[in-house]
């Protein structure tokens, strides 16, 4: 490759990169700009509800565990496949993810490759599956919110029977029966459905810390934009993309100003970094550590390493 080539290359690497940095630039020059506006937010963060402030660490957690157990399921035919190592890769990987280019899935692929013998091709198709289901969550979502809106019923009394019907079907359903085990499309959707009610949970804490109450439509509406945002090639999870995405949608889809809404997920996504990054930090310390382990054991030894 030319030195030209070698530039050119380097350049559209670093191009998503930039435009992250940028992103947040722009939100942080955006909300000084609006200082006087949000005096009364930036007041509500001095008392923050407890809820609240325990609810976006931990929804961050939950919403990792949730993703190791979808892992699980659609690997569950991969031999000797440690429920450990896969809760280390999710949230390695989500970490990185952070990053552009999708670096996160880029070193789970080759990681589960090398260490787990997964096909690329498979771990495309179980990449390919978790969008899928993710769409169909937010599908489902945006149906119950319509469907709460038009009927006048609380979105607790539709989204309830509708996740715990899901996984009903996936636990005793007429597929379940028939093939004398859970079914796992059914299970995952609930799983999926789940998340959501995560991530309405997370931006229902976000808002309420900066002193804007969510109301739960709302708050499953911006966690449907945030799954959709995270889908997006190449930058969809990239730092700073997701905090306009959510201010720029806020006034039309929930009647709030997209400063305050830029406010609020730039707090919530902060949280969120943090806890990502211990997360992530120990997930790849394990990683490492199994990595080492593997290169370590005797021809012929096993799979893999011992716990």
């Given at each position: 490759?030319?030195?030209?080539?070698?530039?050119?290359?380097?350049?559209?690497?670093?191009?998503?990169?930039?435009?992250?940095?940028?992103?947040?630039?722009?939100?942080?020059?955006?909300?000084?700009?609006?200082?006087?506006?949000?005096?009364?937010?930036?007041?509500?963060?001095?008392?923050?509800p407890l809820w609240a402030t325990l609810?976006?660490?931990?929804?961050?957690?939950?919403?990792?565990?949730?993703?190791?157990?979808?892992?699980?399921?659609?690997?569950?035919?991969?031999?000797?496949?440690?429920?450990?190592?896969?809760?280390?890769?999710?949230?390695?990987?989500?970490?990185?993810?952070?990053?552009?280019?999708?670096?996160?899935?880029?070193?789970?692929?080759?990681?589960?490759?090398?260490?787990?013998?997964?096909?690329?091709?498979?771990?495309?198709?179980?990449?390919?599956?978790?969008?899928?289901?993710?769409?169909?969550?937010?599908?489902?979502?945006?149906?119950?919110?319509?469907?709460?809106?038009?009927?006048?019923?609380?979105?607790?009394?539709?989204?309830?029977?509708?996740?715990?019907?899901?996984?009903?079907?996936?636990?005793?359903?007429?597929?379940?029966?028939?093939?004398?085990?859970?079914?796992?499309?059914?299970?995952?959707?609930g799983w999926r459905l789940l998340d959501?009610?995560?991530?309405?949970?997370?931006?229902?804490?976000?808002?309420?810390?900066?002193?804007?109450?969510?109301?739960?439509?709302?708050?499953?509406?911006?966690?449907?934009?945030?799954?959709?945002?995270?889908?997006?090639?190449?930058?969809?999870?990239?730092?700073?993309?997701?905090?306009?995405?959510?201010?720029?949608?806020?006034?039309?889809?929930?009647?709030?100003?997209?400063?305050?809404?830029?406010?609020?997920?730039?707090?919530?996504?902060?949280?969120?970094?943090?806890?990502?990054?211990?997360?992530?930090?120990?997930?790849?310390?394990?990683?490492?550590?199994?990595?080492?382990?593997?290169?370590?054991?005797?021809?012929?030894?096993?799979?893999?390493?011992?716990?």
């Open positions: 490759m030319s030195s030209v080539d070698a530039s050119s290359t380097r350049g559209r690497r670093l191009l998503p990169s930039l435009v992250g940095a940028g992103l947040l630039v722009a939100a942080g020059v955006a909300i000084y700009m609006q200082r006087d506006a949000l005096v009364a937010s930036w007041t509500a963060i001095e008392d923050p609810a976006l660490p931990l929804s961050t957690l939950a919403s990792l565990a949730i993703g190791t157990i979808l892992f699980e399921r659609l690997l569950r035919d991969v031999p000797d496949l440690d429920r450990r190592d896969l809760a280390a890769l999710v949230a390695s990987s989500t970490l990185f993810n952070l990053l552009p280019l999708k670096a996160g899935l880029v070193g789970r692929t080759a990681w589960q490759r090398r260490h787990q013998q997964v096909p690329i091709r498979r771990s495309v198709l179980v990449a390919v599956q978790l969008a899928t289901l993710s769409l169909a969550a937010v599908a489902i979502a945006v149906a119950a919110i319509a469907g709460s809106s038009a009927s006048g019923l609380p979105l607790v009394a539709i989204w309830g029977p509708v996740t715990a019907t899901a996984f009903a079907i996936g636990l005793v359903g007429p597929s379940a029966w028939r093939q004398g085990r859970v079914s796992s499309g059914g299970v995952m959707l959501v009610t995560v991530w309405s949970v997370r931006f229902a804490a976000g808002f309420a810390i900066v002193g804007i109450d969510l109301a739960p439509s709302s708050a499953m509406a911006l966690a449907c934009v945030a799954a959709i945002t995270g889908l997006v090639p190449i930058v969809g999870t990239t730092l700073g993309v997701r905090e306009w995405v959510v201010a720029l949608v806020a006034p039309a889809l929930v009647g709030i100003a997209w400063d305050q809404a830029l406010a609020a997920e730039l707090l919530a996504r902060g949280v969120e970094v943090a806890t990502v990054a211990v997360a992530g930090g120990v997930g790849t310390w394990w990683l490492w550590r199994r990595s080492f382990a593997w290169s370590e054991r005797p021809m012929g030894g096993g799979s893999g390493p011992s716990a």
